[in-house]
């Protein structure tokens, strides 16, 4: 910063910095459940219980909920189950009872939503072209032809690469066909979409004469692509499209009666895992944020917390849910919000995170006339140079919908010699198709042979000459400047580290797990497991596979393969009776576990 002013203006928000509230929504709500407990009635002294606590709650409930029902002796409750209960067992029907009830867990008022939503399956046919499932129905028809229009041209694009015109002409024409069923279903409703559908006709995929080489050299890509657009088109018919509308609004009309079932049976869960709660004296993350906005919904703590902040800033807007959305209408001004986000860095979907509403205020800022609503992209990249840049924007404007020159990335560095590398993409095969292995063996058979890789990609690469950015100059790469991204550590890190070691390149893993999620003390906690009882697979695999007992991974297959079936346990016993080095190391395995054992129970 070259301005006088705005050098004195940073110094000083350096100073205050500490005055200002940085937390995540979790703890920004707890914050306000304990200043104004008082006004939800919950009893000050509550702790928020963590995830294992939490299921053992929940799977108390559940089963609350059931004996009652069986209890009550039900007709509806017992129909319920004969329709989506399994043959032996009703774990599906609790499973969804519980996954229900989480998934509500994100929106504002849960139970308002749902009772609506219930009532959409009692409707007809006028009343269902008013309902949000025939929004969702429609949009996503007019998705589903867009991508099967994206592979059509994929595929033409391909055929014209190659000089096969005539067929690709074909492959283009369907290519149009899709975008105009695309724009009728848009535009024309229901009766536009079923006309487009049934009016639609796939061609057959036959070179001319004197396309007929070029087009064998390129047959297995282009019928690869061309099938996916057809079992696209396929899939949305028998959805949406099979039968009358008249056909399909009866069918919700039968399942009704199991849908108003269902709310009951979530609405009286809700009530038990309440009760389970309140004997604890705790509540979960989920109520977290509903006690924060049932207290917001008091105007005058609201309007404490609109004075309080001069501006509110949200950090990884994209992985922001409705219900924190709705706790930020509460508490925002007309001109206090800013809002910081990338849609393509969203990765907590799982965890009902809604990067629509990003893309939604995205969208509607871009187009906004004045006013407080501005959009500033922030596409100017700072950390990477070209080679990353273009391989990032030339992978998103492929796949990714709305990845316009102003979502594109661009360079912010001010370099552009010769030491701008390509981004290379190493495929690596994971462990033999076929052979059944456990998937504790597979991941560790795949993830050695992505260490080798990796190895021999940094062994090749130390000592090029890059441009350090920072110093303003060339240097050879060094060690220090290599970084292998994981999604977790656990289990792949200490397999990257043992074979790094063997390969003489010195590592350090960067574990932010807790304590007892570290590399040395899940080793040892898997080794405690096993001596409890050492027919537990994972603990099992996982000690034999560390340095207590040093199996690679191709030994750990080995001898599942000698005995498919069973438990590890039983292959590794049956394989200890066999006269070879790995028998006799599997021997010695066993009872030094033997051994642990009877200290064990000694002690």
Same mark, same amino acid.
């Given at each position: 910063?070259?301005a006088?002013?705005?050098?004195?203006?940073? &110094?000083?928000?350096?100073?205050?910095?500490y005055?200002?509230?940085?937390?995540?929504?979790?703890s920004f709500?707890?914050?306000?459940?304990r &200043?104004?407990?008082?006004?939800?009635?919950?009893?000050?002294?509550?702790?928020?219980?963590?995830?294992?606590?939490?299921?053992?709650?929940?799977?108390?409930?559940?089963?609350l909920?059931?004996?009652?029902?069986?209890?009550?002796?039900d007709?509806r409750?017992?129909?319920?189950?004969?329709?989506?209960?399994?043959?032996?067992?009703?774990?599906?029907?609790?499973?969804?009872?519980?996954?229900?009830?989480?998934?509500?867990?994100?929106i504002?008022?849960?139970?308002?939503?749902?009772?609506?939503?219930?009532?959409?399956?009692?409707?007809?046919?006028?009343?269902?072209?008013?309902?949000?499932?025939?929004?969702?129905?429609?949009? +996503?028809?007019?998705?589903?032809?867009?991508?099967?229009?994206?592979?059509?041209?994929?595929?033409?694009?391909?055929?014209?690469?190659?000089?096969?015109?005539?067929?690709?002409?074909?492959?283009?024409?369907?290519?149009?066909?899709?975008?105009? /069923?695309?724009?009728?279903a848009?535009?024309?409703?229901?009766?536009? /979409?079923?006309?487009?559908?049934?009016?639609?006709?796939?061609?057959?995929?036959?070179? /001319?004469? #004197?396309?007929?080489?070029?087009?064998?050299?390129?047959?297995?890509a282009?019928?690869?692509?061309h #099938?996916?657009?057809?079992?696209?088109?396929?899939?949305?018919?028998g959805?949406?499209?099979?039968?009358?509308l008249? +056909?399909?609004?009866?069918?919700?009309?039968?399942?009704?009666? /199991?849908?108003?079932?269902? &709310?009951?049976l979530?609405?009286?869960?809700?009530?038990?895992?309440?009760?389970?709660?309140?004997?604890?004296?705790?509540?979960?993350?989920a109520?977290?944020?509903?006690?924060?906005?049932?207290?917001?919904k008091?105007?005058?703590?609201?309007?404490?917390?609109?004075?309080?902040?001069?501006?509110i800033?949200?950090?990884?807007?994209?992985?922001?849910?409705?219900?924190?959305?709705?706790?930020?209408?509460r508490i925002?001004?007309?001109?206090?919000?800013?809002?910081?986000?990338?849609?393509?860095?969203?990765?907590y979907?799982?965890? !009902?995170?809604?990067?629509?509403?990003?893309?939604?205020?995205?969208?509607?800022f871009?187009?906004?006339?004045?006013?407080?609503d501005?959009?500033?992209?922030?596409?100017?990249?700072?950390?990477?140079?070209?080679?990353?840049?273009?391989?990032?924007?030339?992978?998103?404007?492929a796949?990714?919908?709305?990845?316009?020159?102003?979502?594109?990335?661009?360079?912010?560095?001010?370099?552009?010699?010769?030491?701008?590398?390509?981004?290379?993409?190493?495929?690596?095969?994971?462990?033999?198709?076929?052979?059944?292995l456990?998937?504790?063996?597979?991941?560790?058979k795949?993830?050695e042979?992505?260490?080798?890789?990796?190895?021999?990609?940094?062994?090749?690469n130390?000592?090029?000459?890059?441009?350090?950015?920072?110093?303003?100059?060339?240097?050879?790469?060094?060690?220090?400047?290599?970084?292998?991204?994981?999604r977790?550590t &656990?289990?792949?890190?200490?397999?990257?580290?043992?074979?790094?070691?063997?390969l003489?390149?010195?590592?350090?893993?960067?574990?932010?797990? #807790?304590?007892?999620?570290?590399? +040395?003390?899940?080793?040892?906690?898997n080794?405690?497991?096993?001596?409890?009882?050492?027919?537990?697979?994972?603990?099992?695999?996982?000690?034999?596979h560390?340095?207590?007992?040093?199996?690679?991974?191709d +030994?750990?297959?080995e001898?599942?393969?000698?005995?498919?079936?069973?438990?590890?346990?039983?292959? !590794?016993?049956?394989?200890?009776?066999?006269?070879?080095a790995?028998?006799?190391?599997?021997?010695?395995?066993?009872?030094?576990?033997?051994?642990?054992?009877?200290?064990?129970?000694?002690?």
């Amino acid at each position: 910063v070259h301005a006088p002013e705005q050098a004195q203006l940073l &110094r000083k928000q350096l100073d205050i910095v500490y005055k200002a509230n940085i937390s995540t929504f979790h703890s920004f709500a707890l914050e306000i459940i304990r &200043r104004y407990f008082h006004i939800i009635d919950i009893d000050p002294s509550f702790r928020v219980c963590d995830e294992a606590e939490g299921e053992i709650l929940r799977t108390q409930a559940v089963d609350l909920l059931f004996e009652e029902y069986f209890e009550k002796k039900d007709a509806r409750f017992f129909d319920f189950l004969d329709r989506y209960s399994g043959a032996k067992s009703f774990e599906n029907v609790k499973k969804m009872v519980m996954s229900a009830y989480g998934k509500l867990q994100s929106i504002p008022e849960p139970y308002t939503w749902l009772d609506a939503h219930i009532e959409t399956f009692n409707c007809d046919e006028q009343e269902f072209f008013r309902s949000d499932l025939y929004e969702i129905m429609m949009a +996503e028809t007019v998705s589903a032809w867009g991508n099967a229009a994206a592979a059509y041209k994929g595929a033409g694009e391909l055929l014209t690469s190659e000089g096969c015109d005539l067929l690709a002409a074909k492959v283009f024409a369907e290519e149009a066909a899709c975008r105009a /069923a695309a724009d009728a279903a848009r535009t024309g409703g229901y009766e536009a /979409a079923c006309a487009a559908m049934a009016s639609f006709s796939p061609v057959r995929l036959v070179a /001319a004469k #004197g396309e007929k080489e070029a087009y064998n050299a390129i047959k297995d890509a282009v019928k690869e692509l061309h #099938g996916q657009a057809s079992e696209t088109i396929k899939a949305l018919k028998g959805e949406f499209f099979a039968y009358s509308l008249s +056909e399909y609004v009866s069918e919700l009309n039968a399942v009704y009666p /199991a849908a108003v079932m269902f &709310r009951e049976l979530i609405l009286r869960y809700r009530d038990l895992y309440k009760e389970q709660k309140q004997e604890k004296n705790v509540i979960d993350f989920a109520d977290i944020e509903h006690c924060a906005l049932e207290i917001l919904k008091d105007e005058g703590v609201a309007a404490e917390y609109r004075q309080k902040f001069a501006y509110i800033f949200i950090d990884e807007y994209q992985d922001s849910n409705l219900i924190q959305e709705t706790l930020i209408e509460r508490i925002k001004r007309e001109d206090n919000l800013f809002m910081v986000g990338d849609v393509k860095q969203s990765i907590y979907k799982f965890r !009902l995170a809604e990067p629509e509403l990003f893309i939604k205020k995205y969208e509607a800022f871009k187009t906004a006339a004045g006013g407080n609503d501005t959009k500033i992209d922030l596409n100017r990249n700072f950390r990477s140079k070209a080679g990353v840049i273009s391989f990032t924007s030339d992978l998103f404007s492929a796949s990714m919908a709305g990845y316009d020159a102003d979502a594109a990335l661009y360079q912010g560095v001010s370099y552009s010699g010769d030491l701008t590398y390509e981004t290379e993409l190493h495929i690596v095969c994971k462990a033999e198709e076929g052979i059944p292995l456990p998937d504790e063996v597979a991941e560790l058979k795949s993830a050695e042979r992505e260490a080798i890789v990796a190895a021999a990609l940094i062994k090749e690469n130390l000592g090029k000459y890059i441009y350090d950015v920072k110093l303003q100059a060339e240097r050879p790469l060094q060690k220090k400047d290599i970084v292998i991204l994981m999604r977790a550590t &656990r289990n792949t890190a200490e397999v990257f580290r043992k074979i790094f070691a063997e390969l003489d390149i010195d590592t350090h893993v960067d574990d932010n797990d #807790g304590y007892f999620d570290t590399v +040395e003390i899940e080793l040892f906690l898997n080794l405690l497991r096993v001596i409890d009882n050492k027919r537990q697979d994972v603990p099992l695999i996982g000690t034999l596979h560390s340095v207590v007992f040093d199996f690679s991974a191709d +030994e750990l297959a080995e001898v599942r393969l000698f005995q498919p079936q069973g438990s590890y346990l039983d292959a !590794l016993c049956a394989y200890a009776e066999e006269d070879t080095a790995l028998a006799r190391k599997c021997r010695a395995a066993l009872e030094r576990i033997a051994q642990w054992k009877s200290l064990a129970n000694a002690l």
